[in-house]
T-cell receptor, first 116, second 111 residues
Framework: NAGVMQNPRHLVRRRGQEARLRCSPM?????VYWYRQLPEEGLKFMVY????????ESGMPKERFSAEFPKEGPSILRIQQVVRGDSAAYFC??????????????FGPGTRLTVL | KQEVTQIPAALSVPEGENLVLNCSFT??????LQWFRQDPGKGLTSLLL?????REQTSGRLNASLDKSSGRSTLYIAASQPGDSATYLC??????????FGGGTRLMVKP
């Protein structure tokens, strides 16, 4: 059972370009979460999605950032018109969410975005 | 708003020492608390998950405790080894599913 897959692992963009980060959850998981880790800072929640639905986007910047989790295919985190401050590691996690207290999120290896 | 704090931010110990990492959180209405390990440039590996109704969990040389009423958790590592060198993160989960992370403790175990 493959774990959470993220690609690319490293992404370099120039200011003003678009960045697309992909996440394939673990098999059987229908809940996806995106977190961002800025340099020398902790991980911060960005968005929580189920298939075709955004459940909670309270941690997502209001502009330039969007996320989707289509019925088929991976979840995509899209950053338009990137700026240097977007340079960070972006982690995806997935869970089966049985609704219980033992629900565990499994993390992918992350995508490290560098904006030149 | 939930805030999670980890002390110390960095720790260096000689091999073989037993050590304790601390995590505190401001809102005790949590579902569970997880301890993770993060190696440089890598993702997160879940070490232990403690449900809100539990007091502790053990896995090998690791023991995590939870005192929900006081908003504290500790991760105890016995007989530390150089391979334990990593950043240790605690995260709490409330209803709504998102995890709130502490800033981490960077552990260095010297041979």
């Amino acid at each position: 059972n493959a774990g959470v897959m993220q690609n690319p692992r490293h992404l370099v963009r120039r200011r003003g370009q678009e960045a697309r980060l992909r996440c394939s959850p673990m098999k059987g998981h229908s809940h996806v979460y995106w977190y961002r880790q800025l340099p020398e800072e902790g991980l911060k929640f960005m968005v929580y999605l189920q298939k075709e639905n955004i459940i909670d986007e309270s941690g997502m910047p209001k502009e330039r950032f969007s996320a989707e989790f289509p019925k088929e295919g991976p979840s995509i985190l899209r950053i338009q018109q990137v700026v240097r401050g977007d340079s960070a590691a972006y982690f995806c996690a997935s869970s089966s969410f049985d609704g219980g207290f033992t629900d565990t999120q499994y993390f992918g290896p992350g995508t490290r975005l560098t904006v030149l | 708003k939930q805030e999670v704090t980890q002390i110390p931010a960095a720790l260096s110990v000689p091999e073989g020492e037993n050590l304790v990492l601390n995590c505190s959180f401001t809102d005790s209405a949590i579902y569970n608390l997880q301890w993770f390990r993060q190696d440089p440039g890598k993702g997160l590996t879940s070490l232990l998950l403690i449900q809100s109704s539990q007091r502790e969990q053990t896995s090998g040389r690791l023991n995590a405790s939870l005192d929900k009423s006081s908003g504290r958790s500790t991760l105890y590592i016995a007989a530390s080894q150089p391979g334990d060198s990593a950043t240790y993160l605690c995260a709490v989960r409330k209803a709504g599913n998102m995890l709130t992370f502490g800033g981490g403790t960077r552990l260095m175990v010297k041979p």
